[in-house]
Structure formats: structure tokens, C-alpha cells
């Protein structure tokens, strides 16, 4: 199988054009293609498909095997790629996903070249039992669970992918690793979750890290950037638009009042091709 390996800040995938449905063994392959050491090495596997409501179908696959509903930074790397190879003229594309419907992409572009990709990332989801959490409320805003005796403010907001943001001190040097696995698999949330570690620096700028669900430390999440802008904004601590720092670079995301969606701007890169037996 021919791919194409992506990033969006860092947050890597092998991508996958030309199936017609997604690969029966996609779990397999995922969990022998993403390894680091015994593969090729990457957070996620994404296909490329046919779609009857959309330009494209995106399916996502983590590294341990799992399926997401969506993918914010993988959606950046599809519409790069469609691009980029001729199977769209516009610079305007949709992309059918499996937990978020059908989202629109604007391409800015320089010589057939994508330079930034701007995402309707589509209406939060804030109840509870639709992100899902075990709570009827909504907004589930800074509620206390505990985790291996340590408690914890949670607040959680799907953008068709579960998230929950817990804000620090300094999520910089924050024991990431320790409590992203443990928060993950929290009975909290009853499909596991993404945990976002967020720092407010200014009404402009949140610094996070992340702990993905079926993936693990990843340098970057679009969608845990777009959870966490909902969640400052609804704490009070942002405006509605604001640069969301991570450890592979920046994204801006703006939740307008008008429509309610959530915007997600941000770059995609190609890093090569290859091909690998199934
Ligand atoms: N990195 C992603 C999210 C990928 C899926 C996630 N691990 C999940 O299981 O929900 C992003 O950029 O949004």
C-alpha cells in the first residue's frame, strides 16, 4: 500500500488515498504501522475515501488500534493532500467525518502549494451524557473526580471526540504521563476521553499539553485545542478567538457567537512517501 506520511504540528499520520472502504484489518495495520520501534511509527492511521454527502470521507485510526470520530489535524493533512495531488480544484473542500459530520475547509494557498488550512470545526458539544461523561449536566464545567487519590477539576466538551481540560499551574512541567493514562480511562468518561493540560497566560493565549485517547503524549490535538478554547471561554478566562500553544507549534481557534461553530486555523505538512506490504 502506497501512503503518504503528515503532520500537523507534529501530531503525525500515515495517510492513505485510493481504498474504496475502510481496510477490515485497519486496527491491525494501525497498531503494527504507527509502532515507533517495530513499524513505521506514527499517532494514527487516516483513509481517504469515497463519500456520498462530501468531497471526502476521513476515517481515523489510533495508534493503538481504536477508531476517533474526528480528527482536527488530520483533517488539515486531507485537504493538504487532496490538493496538492489534483483530486480537487477548489480551495474550498468538505470532508465527511464519522463523528462530526460534514466539515467545511478553506485552503489558503501559494503556487498549488497548501500554506494553511482554516476548519468549521462544527458546533461543542457540551452535555454531559452526549460528550459522553457519567453527568446530566451542561456545561460539565470544573467537576471534581479523583484519580489514584488525587483530585482533580475536569471540564468536558466533545467536538465529536470526547475531551476533558484540566487547568495548571504550568503545563509545561506538568507529570503529563503520570495522570494523562489515569484521567483517559477515568469511569468519568464511559469512552475513555482526550485530557488536555491547559495554562492561561493571556486573554490571547492558552499553553497546553495533551494525553490522547488511544495514542498518548502527541505533540499536537486540533480538536483538544478546539475543546480547550470552549472551555476558557466559558470559564471567563479568553476571548472568543485565541492562539492555542502546544508542544509542536500553534493554532489559532475562534468559537464565533453568531453560529456557535468553532474555527480552527492552522498548517499541515508533508514529510514523504513510501509503500509498505499489507
Ligand atoms: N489528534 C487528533 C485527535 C485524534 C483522535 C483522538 N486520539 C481520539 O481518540 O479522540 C486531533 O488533532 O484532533
Known sequence: MEFTKMHGLGNDFLVFYGEKALP????????KWCNR????G??????????????????IINSDGTEAEQCGNAIRCVCKYVYEKGYVRSERVTIETLGAGVQQAVLQTDSGVVTSVR??????????????TKLDASPVLDWPIEAAGQKFNVTAVSMGNP???IYVE????????TWG???ETHLFFPQKTNVEFATIISRNRVEMRVWERGAGATLACGT?????????????????????GLPGGDLFVEWDEVDNHVYMNGPAETVYEGSVNR
Open 24 to 31: 477490515k484489518e485497519a486496527s491491525y495495520l494501525a497498531q
Open 37 to 40: 520501534n517495530f513499524g513505521i
Open 42 to 59: 506514527a499517532d494514527g492511521l487516516v483513509f481517504i475515501l469515497p463519500s456520498e454527502q462530501a468531497d471526502f470521507n476521513m476515517r
Open 119 to 132: 476548519i468549521d470545526m462544527g458546533e461543542p458539544i457540551l452535555a454531559g451524557r452526549a460528550i459522553p
Open 163 to 165: 475531551h476533558c481540560i
Open 170 to 177: 504550568d503545563a509545561a512541567s506538568f507529570d503529563l504521563n
Open 181 to 183: 493514562p489515569r484521567l
Open 224 to 244: 483538544g485545542a478546539c475543546a480547550t478554547l470552549v472551555s476558557s471561554v466559558l470559564h471567563g478566562y479568553t476571548n472568543r478567538a485565541a492562539w492555542i
